[in-house]
């Protein structure tokens, strides 16, 4: 009987979509932090690495392939062996990694046997509901569907069939072996120590379904590709940051894209869906890991910059309030007292990300100042003689549940922090973004004295792989986000029993059989895949999840949504007011210093320009004057142009990865690698503080 337990991790990693058939790897470290490890490098983490190397962090020349493609992020996945006595806590004690050769429990592993199956379920889905979030799920009721002109009935299989891209699972076994998600090739599994052809599995693309399409980047055929490595680890590659439209009516009009959200007639090659291995060792016998989840979503260009509230603090606060993950933090509905956060897990990291926001947002002299002694405070210093002056600054969370829309947080803005958009809805969320209730309840202890200098129980390796991997994701606002959504926050996503083996922050697999896959024929075979999983609806969330069930509640096409949120005013807008505010400044930079106009002679940074800029950025009904309003640039103002166009904006990286063959000091982040045409020269001036658009311009939601 083996004594060790085995898992997958990053328990959710994130491959990104890049034009490029090349890719480097997902950041191994969180953004901002010291590398683990690299104590005298003063590269910051949250940097991709280099393919075919352990932790070599990519330079900015790795970004774009010879012929200035966008490279895609690829997912890799390790397997670590736990001893079974030490799996019931968080974090747990020790964590080997295993690869092939590795002997655990006195036997060599010989083989790892993979299966990976992505899918799109987007445009079969509902809509996203901003005014409702969550509670748009609750007491049996759903948003509407999207693209009701294909049915009415969601479960309806010839919509599924037409509506939901599936490649199908892939398996592979060995080092450097590979296979693709895409039309051509043909499904397979792992079963045991085999790898299974799935020779009637019914795929679907877009183009198996449509005569006629809109392609900006060429047809969807393809969801990405997997590999192992020399020593059996499984890399995962999404798509390639492509859409596809398809007329109605008049074929002769270009497809719409009305909205940053919900548009109907388009596809995306985002994607998502379970990773499972098996391990064979010598002896013929084989075991199972637990399994992991791969989210293939927008690019990061601005992978060194960390958020305020990442995805890993969403998760950690449900699973520390919620599903008993510490209970010597949190237990019976109440955090204790006697406990003492480590400052450098649980205090720094926020100081951090809000001195981050400077390299990506529009900041006046004096914020920018007071952003950079935020994150001087170190764990000596005297709380209330630092600039937070306690927690005089911090917004509070909103009280009760998520769907609370009370408290302090309802229409202040500046100065209390941070100074971005909630979740937006007065029924789903607040208009605030706002740390979540366990960030802020160790800041609390921080600010009355209550803590320690260094946590003394540090993750494992695998475990921080989890961390890393959710940290460098973009949190709340989930309006609805870039990487994941408030789903999140929905404990009925998760293995629950966590403590029986698969650790906390796991997506529970719906079991998949495709031993009874049912064919009718060449075109007329029946959709594998369900409508899946529905949050807060008892008859079908806890059976786990299917292939594109957590990327569904995502912008379709992502593009869209991406280009919309620089800034806006809150929302609701209850004081009507030209207020403007960012919604995601971490992962989508409105303002940048491009490293190409950084003034070496006086070692000073340049003027900021806007991270998307160039002709159609500037909204053709406004005057010239108008082209420096705040509420209208940063964005381009015909929504299909982000189509062609993402593949085009600059990264924001540290400069001592900057390799143009000038020297940049160590603490500036700058833009680098851009193919957008600049302009303008010079933003307006960004004052009165908090910033305001002009001639009522703020207000408009069209575009």
Known sequence: MS?????????????????????????????????????????????????????TVIKS??????????????????????????????????????????????????????????????????????????????????????????????????????????????????????????????????????????????????????????????????????????????????????????????????????????????????????????????????????????????????????????????AYDIFLRKLALAPDIYRDGHFIQEYRPAFDEHIKPLFRATAQQLWNAYLPSFAIEAHKEVDAIGADD??????????????????????????????????????????????????????????????????????????????????????????NCLGGRFSPGIDMTWIIRETSMYIQDWQQGAGPFRIKHKPLDYQHIQSQGQGHREPFLTFGWIPRHEAVENLGLEPGDATKFMALPWHADYNSCAIHQTSPNKQNSEALFWSWPAQRPVTVYPAADFDHEKNELPAQRYSVRGPGTYPGVNSPDDQHDLANAGRFWDYRQMLSQWQDIGVVVQGTVIDDGKNYPDDVYLEVQSLLQDGPQELADPTPWPLFGGNNSASRKDK
């Not at 104590?39 to 932790?55: C, K, W, Y």
């Not at 379970?274 to 391990?279: D, E, I, N, Q, S």
């Not at 803005?413 to 208009?431: N, V």
């Open 61 to 314: 020349s790795e970004l774009r392939d010879k012929d200035g493609a966008f490279k895609r992020q690829a997912a890799r996945f390790r397997i670590f062996a736990y001893p079974d006595s030490a799996i019931e806590t968080y974090p747990a004690t020790g964590g080997q990694e295993i690869t092939i050769g590795s002997v655990v429990d006195g036997r060599e592993v010989a083989d790892i046997v993979w299966t990976v199956h992505l899918a799109n379920k987007k445009s079969s889905w509902f809509a996203n509901d901003d005014d409702h979030g969550v509670v748009a799920y609750e007491n049996g009721n759903t948003p509407k569907l999207r693209n009701l002109r294909e049915g009415l009935d969601p479960y309806n299989t010839s919509r599924l069939r037409k509506l939901v891209i599936d490649a199908g699972p892939r398996a592979l076994r060995g080092i450097n072996a590979r296979a693709c998600f895409d039309s051509c090739s043909e499904p397979s599994r792992g079963q045991g120590a085999q790898i299974l052809s799935v020779a009637d599995y019914p795929k679907s693309f877009p183009g198996m379904h449509f005569d006629q399409l809109e392609q900006p980047q060429g047809p969807i055929e393809s969801l990405g590709e997997m590999n192992t490595d020399d020593k059996g680890r499984l890399i995962v590659a999404g798509g390639h940051g492509k859409s596809a439209g398809w007329p109605l009516d008049n074929k002769d009009i270009p497809v719409p894209i009305n909205g940053p959200v919900n548009n109907d007639q388009w596809f995306d090659d985002t994607s998502d869906g379970p990773v499972t291995a098996t391990l064979v060792f010598k002896d013929g016998s084989t075991r199972d890991s637990f399994g992991a989840w791969l989210v293939a979503t927008d690019p990061s260009y601005a992978p060194q910059t960390l958020n305020v509230v990442s995805l890993y603090d969403e």
């Open 382 to 471: 005297n709380p209330d003689e630092t600039i937070m002056a306690g927690l005089a600054y911090v917004r509070r969370p909103n009280p009760g549940t998520e769907a609370t829309w009370k408290g302090q947080s309802i229409d202040v803005g500046a100065p209390l922090m941070p100074l971005a958009l909630g979740d937006s809805s007065a029924a789903g969320g607040k208009p605030f973004l706002t740390p979540t209730m366990s960030q802020y309840h160790f800041l609390h202890c921080w600010s009355n004295k209550r803590y320690v200098k260094q946590t003394p129980t540090p993750l494992g390796p695998g475990e921080y792989l989890d961390r890393a991997s959710l940290q």
């Open 3 to 55: 004594q060790f337990t085995f898992k997958i991790h990053p328990s959710i990693g994130i491959a990104r979509v890049g034009n490029s058939r090349e890719y480097f790897l997902a950041p191994e470290s969180i953004a901002a932090m010291p590398q683990p490890g690299k104590g005298n490098d003063s590269t910051m983490g949250g940097l991709p690495i280099r393919p075919g190397t352990e932790d």
